[in-house]
Nanobody, 125 residues
Framework: QVQLVESGGGLVQVGGSLSLSCVAS????????MGWYRQRPGKQRDLVAL???????DYAPSVKGRFTISRDNAKNTVYLQMTDLEPEDTGVYYC???????????????????WGNGTLVTVSS
């Protein structure tokens, strides 16, 4: 089995900064892309940032220039550095990963993305 665990959420004032991390563990051969999603109150879950195995990244327009996604392949970890936080950034942040798992036959694409349980970020004004 594979598990993703997020950490780093908390209460921050407007304009403040916060860093999130997500560690993947289990029967992992390699990780393809990893990303951060968030679900804001009353809204659907949407993409915040994505990073490929090569280190190329993409961001939602609302966070570009304020958030930075990075990864450490040796530690199977993805990070999200958030600055200049706004009340609209409040929500539950989820880690997502597409990976290859170890199976009896060898490494195999999981076919289904894995998700963490989320970490809450609250930005107060």
């Amino acid at each position: 089995q594979v598990q993703l665990v997020e950490s780093g959420g908390g209460l921050v004032q407007v304009g403040g900064s916060l860093s999130l991390s997500c560690v993947a563990s289990g029967s992992i051969f390699s990780i393809n892309h990893m990303g951060w999603y968030r679900q804001r109150p009353g809204k659907q879950r949407d993409l915040v940032a994505l990073i490929t195995s090569a280190g190329n990244s993409d961001y939602a327009p609302s966070v570009k220039g304020r958030f930075t996604i990075s990864r450490d392949n040796a530690k199977n970890t993805v990070y999200l550095q958030m600055t200049d936080l706004e009340p609209e950034d409040t929500g539950v942040y989820y880690c997502n990963a597409d990976l290859f798992e170890w199976r009896p036959s060898g490494p195999v694409d999981s076919g289904v993305d894995y998700w963490g349980n989320g970490t809450l970020v609250t930005v107060s004004s």
